[in-house]
């Protein structure tokens, strides 16, 4: 696969936000992303998240426990699913081996532990109302 746009490493929800909520393209949809919650997510994030019109699956639920965060990766683009994890070091290093080689993947979220779920969520929600499914391809952004 050729990549089309560089990795790009963004911080969304800070002081030094790069973009506005009332700088975001009123045409990207905030739901119906697909994404992958790797094995360190918590379940519920996935429920909430359907429960907001994302196709959401976790690791945990379809098998993928003790995957490899590479096998994981391949297998969420190969499904065109962004990943949301709290792996953010292996999954750095991921993106950036993937870019000089042109391999492509969905999109990377690496979030943040919190304590609460939700809380969680409302750090998350507006990281991927960013930009559609495909505008997501080969971005990394940090929530």
Request: aromatic share 8%.
């Amino acid at each position: 696969m050729t990549s089309s746009q560089p990795t790009e490493f963004r911080t969304v929800g800070t002081e030094n936000d790069w973009t506005s909520r009332r700088e975001r393209p009123s045409n990207v949809a905030s739901t119906g992303l697909r994404v992958y919650l790797d094995e360190d997510v918590d379940v519920l994030l996935a429920r909430l998240l359907n429960a907001r019109g994302y196709d959401a699956v976790c690791a945990s639920e379809i098998g993928h426990v003790a995957w490899t965060d590479k096998d994981q990766l391949e297998w969420a683009a190969a499904e065109s699913r962004i990943v949301i994890t709290h792996n953010r070091i292996d999954f750095e290093n991921l993106a950036k081996s993937w870019y000089p080689e042109s391999k492509e993947h969905a999109g990377i979220v690496l979030a943040m532990r919190r304590a609460n779920t939700h809380d969680l969520l409302r750090r998350v929600l507006p990281v991927l109302a960013i930009y559609d499914q495909a505008g997501w391809r080969n971005v990394v952004m940090y929530a």
